[in-house]
């Protein structure tokens, strides 16, 4: 008997010192550490990669369909708790080891994938330096990964119940409140041809995801400061990020519920928190000739509810040319938009912009700079230097065809004296083409109000009632250019202004 109980201890340890080394050889760990083995099963695991990178395991179990037909996979890998910790600066790939990820090595794995399904219940992951200074805490809920093999290749299911991840500053013990805090659910699913291992086809749905955002980011932005791309990068952005490859990649991407917010440390140190919901977003691409993007049911308020925004949706594609494969033309519409605020609010936000402004700000070196007078809300600055690492395909996108239009747009303001003035545009139309050789904008139905009168109350629409600062009926304005020929035309239908003393000192 107990010679009996010394073998099946000599043969317990020596099995799992097997499996130790077959785990390193694996995996190229520095160390390997293993609790109870068994057949199919070890109660914990403990990896210590090249990298610095520590991986624990607990309750890691194999289960094999021959013995459970309940399964579709012959094999079931399950994972009740994994731990990663690491520094992302200790992740630098030697060259041996980068000669070992190869290509076959890449298809080998995949070719396995289709034999095997794994679920893993719960998972934490704690990296240092994914931004400098920052600490990035992430869990998992039910992560499940599949694979399945077809005609072209594989097909790739990812899901996760519940995804949280929160981004710390280190070295700031005064205020441990997260940079960002996200959580979301998320299925993907991918087709990669095993020939080139190129993503053929991308399919992902995200549910409920929220995103908080504070003043703290602004801070760590200030303390670790966006440098200048060099040449290299910009090389590597301009072949990462081309418009004929989205194209030729079908995509799918749906969002529910997203919720965003923001809080904001305003003068007096009052806390305001903005929040922007939406209710769906879809990004799709079709039949390589268009990539489209449409939000529906956009809502973005403050928590004092004087400044709200909203809008029914927004629709932009990016169409191809038929004639002309490598031209693109956009194309944004705008449903019903609708925004109410009060000049105290909008005193408020210039000022609190203001402040911002003098903390950060992008300055031509790429740190952020302390001036912001030079900045607006709807211009956007262009260095020399920037325009290189922007590809060709996008600056002939932006430049070749772009049409807005926007529909039924209503505004309110609320003076600091009680005085209210409403605003309306029915349909307002922009349109640039031939490297903006040629530019149209167009008005229908404008008017400008004192009170809650709308014009269509009004008994004719070409009489005027005191207390309408503004009415247009249509403007049509359209420049273009041949040559040396400039062309402007103008064509305005039904004006009327009215001037009132009080009101313009209160607007401005």
Partial sequence: MFWRSCLIDLRTKYRGWLLSLAVAKICHCRSVRLGRCGLFYVEHIRLCLIGGVVIEVDDFRVTVSFFNTHYTKPFIITISDIRIEGECNQLSLTPTYKKRCCHKDFERYLHWLQYTSTVIRTARVVFLGVAPGSLLHSTFQQLQLDGYRDREGMQIELSCKLLQAKLFSRGTAQNTAPLLVLSLGLSVCCNVPLDILKLKRLAARITD???????????????????????????QFSTSFNIESLLNTSLRLDIENLVLRYTANMVYSEMR????RLNVASLSTEDNQQFAVILTGINVDDQTRETLFSCNEFDAKLNRASDNPGIFLADMKIFNPHFVTNQKAIVEWTEYYRNIGQRISISIEGHFDDDFSAASMGKLTITVADLHAVPTEMKRFCWESLYVEVNSFHCR??????????????LGTFRVSDNFGSAEVGLESVWVRQGNLFVGHLDSPFCHAWGTTLIVGALLIQYSQNNEMRRLLVKLVECQIEYEEELIRQVF
């Fill in 209 to 235: 995801p929220q995103l908080m955002l504070s003043d703290g980011l602004l801070e760590y932005f200030h303390d670790h400061p966006i440098r200048q791309k060099t040449k290299t990068t910009s090389d």
């Fill in 273 to 276: 928190t903005v929040a922007a």
């Fill in 413 to 426: 303001l609320m003076l600091s004296n009680g005085q209210e003035i409403n605003a309306s545009l029915e």
